[in-house]
């Protein structure tokens, strides 16, 4: 299982887009938890799946420009 | 305020600037000379902004034609264009264009009318969800929400199009903001463009990739629409004459390489040429330059993958695009960069001056001539016309430096075998969603880019029709484009799949003889020739262009011979390309 974190605009619309890449993934989407921030959104996932797959993941949602910032590792505590 | 919120369609008041105007002004200063589209209620007072400024609003028959000459427009230009279109059924006719730019990476800016703010999501008229209709569609899309971000949005919109990989934008601008009044600041959109930049390429990488390609004993270099883009061709034809590679290409790849280079084999796939199926299958090297791998170009990934994890294939691929990297095949050296650029690093890397595998080289042009000859057999013994004839008819009629675009189906898989290309990026087609209906509207839009160049379409019936209407622009804005209809009475592609994988069930794939093509040009005061000669066919078509005059050619083409070979079956590998008859070759190297 790997964890994905996103920052985004504080906006539907960018969340949509990273929703709908989302759920082309070949990976399960285990959780996801949106939390506000400032003008942020932190968009937390827990994804399961192959490493390519996550991989396919992390690159799409990366060429977002609402992707502000994005990194992926293991599960930890600060999740 | 100014204007009542949703209710006023407010003229224009010259005491103050409203938001339509800032755009205004701000597309000039971006260099947009022209704005395609159709007005309707929601994008009127955008319309209303143009008038009487120095850009050209171009008046489609069709969305779809206006965002298809967009992209036509940006393959020439290289530079987007802005596509206006109003709220509902004008934003949803524009779908089809922007899914076609999204996979061809065409850079282009549609803004789409909205209705006004207060009655979002209450289902007024012509309101339409045009955001989250196209999300997986587009680059970037941004609905504007407040007045101070509009010529903000406009500006990511058309930045983003071209950063990087290009790609389509869309803003939707609701009808209240456009006509309020317009603030004198800016609100920022918060984006992250940077990431678009390409990064240096890694110089160990090239290093490693470079080595690889000295070894190689059959390179090969894959040449993707990228190369167009990133203006890389010198440095494509300079390893491949250092290296002795051959060079294969993609579809939108074709357009990169000029097909008189002796090294150039022709686009490999589904409808490739038999001698550059070979050239890749056979490669133990191969150089992917700005290409995505598709399963159009590889019928399908396995041998390919199996050969590249043992090691017995070495694959470099070089994309601007992280995500490209490994999405389909995952390559032996990736590297992430300008294609330019990190050729032109890697041109310097070659230290050792690697021989020519002649013997290899020989028999890949040997299944070259092997298929000409054939065809060539093939074509004369057809009392009709024969698209693969026809197309050496038109290549003498053209001038070099013709601009040729193409429909979807059987004819343009035949132009993929057998239309030469000289000049980089004079060949538009749409590759990676196969959109009828391409080509009278691009050959429209690169026409109104490049007036001093000749533009050629050719196209099938079937697609002909999707889009004919926007022929009225021919004699409206004087583009005199040259439409070649290999009109077959059939959606022949389709048809040639209904007879080989679905044992001749024919069914919804026929036309009747409606219409009569000579009285569409008619309609459209544009002249027409129906051929019965190749050489009737050729100089009606050079008359035309060396004039700069538009025609209609209609092409009759008999559609039981019309089967276009080679043909990689969907889901077959390259060497199983089912050859046309009397070119008894295998596609299989063997060293002794
Ligand atoms: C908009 C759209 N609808 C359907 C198809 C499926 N399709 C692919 S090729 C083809 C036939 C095209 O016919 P025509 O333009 O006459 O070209 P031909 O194959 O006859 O040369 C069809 C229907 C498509 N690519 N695009
Ligand atoms: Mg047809």
């Keep these: 299982m790997r964890r994905i974190s996103i920052s985004t605009p504080k906006s539907l619309d960018a969340l949509g887009r990273v929703i709908a890449i989302t759920r ?30 996550v991989q396919w993941l992390v690159a799409k949602l990366d060429k977002l420009p609402e992707v502000l910032r994005i990194d992926e590792g293991d599960i930890d505590i600060n999740y | 305020m100014l204007f009542n919120v949703g209710g006023s369609f407010g003229a224009h008041t010259r005491d103050s600037k409203r938001v339509v105007d800032k755009l205004a002004e701000t597309f000039k200063t971006y260099g947009v000379k022209h704005v395609l589209g159709i007005p309707g209620g929601s994008i009127m007072s955008l319309y209303d902004a143009l008038y009487g400024q120095d850009i050209d609003v171009v008046l489609f028959r069709h969305e779809q034609g206006a965002i298809h000459a967009a992209e036509g427009y940006a393959r020439v230009a290289g530079r987007p264009v802005v596509v206006a ?26 803004i789409t009318g909205q209705v006004a703010t207060n009655i979002f999501g209450r289902d007024g008229f012509q309101e339409t969800d045009i955001p989250g209709i196209v999300t997986p569609i587009t680059k970037f899309v941004y609905q504007v929400r407040r007045p101070a971000e509009a010529t903000a949005a406009f500006k990511a919109a058309y930045e983003i199009s071209v950063l990087g990989r290009p790609g389509p934008t869309l803003i939707d601008l609701p009808r209240d903001i456009q006509l309020n009044a317009a603030p004198d600041y800016e609100e920022r959109i918060q984006i992250n463009k940077e990431k678009f930049i390409p990064p240096p ?20 270099i894959l040449v993707g629409g ?11 034809l300079e390893l491949s004459k250092t290296l002795y590679a051959p060079i294969v290409s993609t579809l939108p790849g074709k357009a990169a390489v000029p097909h008189d280079f002796p090294l150039y084999m022709g686009p490999a796939g589904m409808h490739g040429r038999a001698e550059a199926d070979a050239a890749l299958a056979n490669a133990d090297v191969i150089l992917a ?35 490209e990297i490994g999405k389909n095949v995952k390559p032996t050296v990736g590297i992430v960069g300008d294609a330019k650029e990190a050729l032109r690093k890697l041109i310097d890397f070659l230290d050792v001056v690697p021989k ?3 013997k290899y080289l020989g028999w890949l042009q040997e299944i070259r001539k092997r298929y000409e000859e054939a065809m060539a057999k093939i074509a004369d013994s057809t009392p009709s016309f024969h698209p693969w004839k026809a197309l050496k008819a038109l290549r003498r009629a053209a001038p070099r430096d013709t601009i040729t675009v193409t429909g979807v189906g059987s004819h343009q898989m035949w132009t993929e075998i057998a239309w030469d290309v000289y000049e980089p990026g004079t060949y538009i087609t749409s590759a990676g969603l196969g959109t009828m209906g391409f080509c009278v509207p691009a050959a429209l839009g690169a026409k109104l880019a490049a007036r001093d160049k000749p533009v050629l379409c050719i196209d099938g019936d079937g697609s002909f029709q999707m889009t004919m209407n926007n022929l009225a622009l021919v004699r409206d804005y004087d583009l005199p484009i040259v439409v070649a209809i290999f009109d077959n009475r059939a959606l022949q592609l389709v048809k040639q799949w209904q007879i080989y994988l679905y044992q001749r069930r024919i ?49 009759t083409i008999n559609s039981e011979i019309d089967i276009v070979l080679p043909w990689v079956k969907p889901g077959d590998w390259l060497t199983s390309a089912v050859l046309p008859e009397g070119m008894d070759v295998k596609l299989v190297y063997e060293e002794n």
């Design chain 1, 24 to 53: 082309r993934a070949k990976v399960q989407l285990v959780d996801m938890v949106v939390a506000s921030e400032d003008s942020m959104y932190r968009v937390h996932m827990k994804v399961e799946g192959p490493h390519d797959e």
């Design chain 2, 85 to 110: 279109a109003t709220s509902g059924p004008g934003a949803a006719n524009l779908v089809t264009g922007l899914a076609d730019a999204y996979m061809d990476s065409t850079p282009l800016v549609a």
């Design chain 2, 201 to 220: 390429p890694d110089p160990e990488k090239l290093r490693l990739a470079a080595k690889h390609l000295v070894e190689a004993n059959r390179p090969v």
């Design chain 2, 226 to 236: 990228g190369v167009i883009w990133s203006g890389a061709t010198p440095e494509v």
């Design chain 2, 289 to 323: 330059v700005g290409t995505r791998f598709s399963d159009r170009t590889w019928g399908r990934f396995k041998e390919l993958q199996d050969a590249v994890r043992s090691g017995r294939v070495k694959l470099i691929h070089v994309d601007i695009d992280q995500s």
């Design chain 2, 356 to 358: 020519a595998n002649q």
């Design chain 2, 507 to 555: 069914i919804a794939t026929e036309f009747s003889q409606r219409p009569d093509f000579l009285k569409i040009a008619e309609a459209y005061d544009i002249d027409a020739v129906k051929p019965e000669t190749y050489e009737q066919l050729e100089s009606a078509v050079a008359r035309a262009l060396r004039n700069n005059e538009p025609l209609i050619v209609d092409l």
